[in-house]
């Protein structure tokens, strides 16, 4: 039986976690869903031996600890993880943000809107568009 996919939600707001919950509860397909509320957590688990690669990393700039810009560098500078899909959701629109991240090997960048609603709105389409319709690099299964 092939397992849903996964993915990591980086995220020290419980009401941005709870929102991306909801979101991940619409998705056609099933998925799992991983809350770190750090990047050093995120770190951590992605250098776990494990025997798949996460679908996806969602991740927030400003949490406690390493922050997500670091964590984005270090993900994507890493050859076993880069290939992982990273996607930042951030209050920031600072052109300086977008940069550093798209920079550092960003896959998406997307502002959190303010609104409920429109958030949850977002994330469904965010985690339908990576989880459900954007093909797997081959190595997420199987790890080098």
């Known amino acids: 039986?092939?397992?849903?996919p996964e993915f990591i939600l980086v995220e020290d707001s419980d009401e941005d976690a709870d929102t991306v919950q909801q979101a991940a509860l619409r998705c056609?397909?099933?998925?799992r869903l991983c809350r770190v509320l750090t990047g050093d957590a995120c770190l951590a688990l992605l250098?776990?031996?494990r025997p798949e690669l996460p679908a996806l990393v969602l991740m927030?700039?400003?949490t406690p600890g390493m922050d997500g810009r670091e964590t984005l560098r270090l993900i994507k500078s890493d050859p076993r993880?880069?290939?992982i899909p990273v996607v930042i959701v951030s209050t920031s629109a600072n052109p300086r943000d977008l940069d550093?991240?798209?920079r550092a090997g960003a896959n998406a960048y997307h502002l959190k809107p303010v609104r409920h609603s429109e958030h949850l709105q977002a994330m469904v389409e965010?985690?339908?568009y990576w989880l459900d319709r954007v093909v797997a690099?081959?190595?997420r299964r199987v790890l080098p």
């Open 100 to 102: 550093y991240c798209y």
């Open 81 to 83: 993880l880069a290939t």
């Open 28 to 31: 056609s397909t099933p998925v």
């Open 60 to 62: 927030d700039l400003n």
């Open 126 to 128: 965010v985690l339908a």
């Open 47 to 49: 250098q776990q031996t």
């Open 1 to 4: 039986m092939i397992e849903p």
């Open 137 to 139: 690099h081959p190595n």
